[in-house]
């Protein structure tokens, strides 16, 4: 039985984030979204710790939002990929890129959303700014601006957080979050 | 400094995490959308310990998506109230919302969102039903349909959490969280 975080609340959004509003949850689904499939590309893209990950996936495929696939013999495989309940997250997904687009980075934005129909990008509400069309997760494509973090900040603290990319840091942080899970 | 959450990660989505992905903060941006605005009345409605909730409006303040405002001298008394920045994460508290009376409630919705205007719901693009309105989070009211956790859920673990309403179980969670803020 998983515990409850919201004990007290009755409230679709408070069980909406009883399922998905753990740490890196939502970024696994973003990775999903964008077309990773195996643990190993997660894990890379992510840089989170392989324990941490798989209790993730774990969990997403106990909701039925992720399955897993066998896609080789000997030895076994496995992707990953969203089931409709995981590619009917892409509002939340939007909502929370297109909020931080405007106020949680600066400069160029990392990602675009466009339609694939025109090419167009999505407004708010997931139109297309072209076509005026409704966009639906299927005919929208994420295409990458190519910015990176502004060079002032990665001067900063950002510089110094780097290698954690690499091996050692990341596991090491491991037993804090297993100990503890928010 | 804030700790970066997701330091690897240069992306929208997880920038506006790290701001409001904190266990309790979205809740806390519903019930400002809900028009609680006083400490205590916060706290009632969320039985969350008492630093947590400071911590979380601090943090909030801190980035422009709450303003805290003197309504009383002698006792000097402050209310809460969201900014624009705030009222612009309306979008991602109706997807959860949407998200979460689809699959992750069952029985009936506690909550439905209007159209002030014309009593319509709103569709998953926020757009009213009724009279096709593309509706704001200012001509938008949640009504309360009085649905109760169903009772199956209610005789099980629920049950047991439920004193967590009252006083003590709550601050003695406190340290918990205080010691690992995930």
Known sequence: MLKRDYPTQYCSMAASLEIIGERWTILIVRDLFLGLRRFDDLQRNL?????????????????GIVRKEQYQDRPARYEYRLTEKGIDLWPILISLLQ?????????????????????????????CLRCGADVSAREARAVRT????PA???AGPVQTAAPVE??????????VEAAAPA
Chains 1, 2 share one sequence.
């Open 47 to 63: 840089g989170v710790a392989r324990n941490i990950l798989q209790s993730r996936l774990e969990r997403l495929i106990e909701h």
């Open 166 to 175: 690499a091996a050692a840091p990341v596991e090491a942080a491991a037993p």
């Open 152 to 154: 002032v900040e990665a």
């Open 99 to 127: 909020w931080g687009d405007h106020y949680a980075i600066e400069g160029e934005r990392p990602i675009v959303i466009e339609h694939k129909g025109c090419g167009g990008e999505l407004d708010d509400r997931r139109r």
């Open 146 to 149: 190519g910015a990176t973090r």
